[in-house]
């Protein structure tokens, strides 16, 4: 039988890492690969961040709520890399 934790760990900075990594790989994405290529890549990417979620919510070892949080991890992921990912699309079609 286990006890209970009396303060169990903020699970909040797991969700904020994947983020963080998904705006990381985003950026190096759009920088270092070839237009073609992008869409490909940040899909890829995206892959990452879901095992990267899995991995950073098993590490926590808390079973309450891990689908809430592995979920707002990857949607998160998504929206940041989507964002990005139509700004490079607009700087690609502005004439500079």
Known sequence: MTVPELAPR???WGVLAVWVVAALLGIGIGVFVPEGWRAAWLTIGL???LVLSFV???WYGRSQEFLVRVSASVLGAMVVMAVI???FGLAAIVPG
Do not use: K
């Open 10 to 12: 903020r699970t909040v």
């Open 47 to 49: 892959g990452a961040c």
């Open 56 to 58: 950073v919510q098993l």
């Open 85 to 87: 990912s139509a700004g």
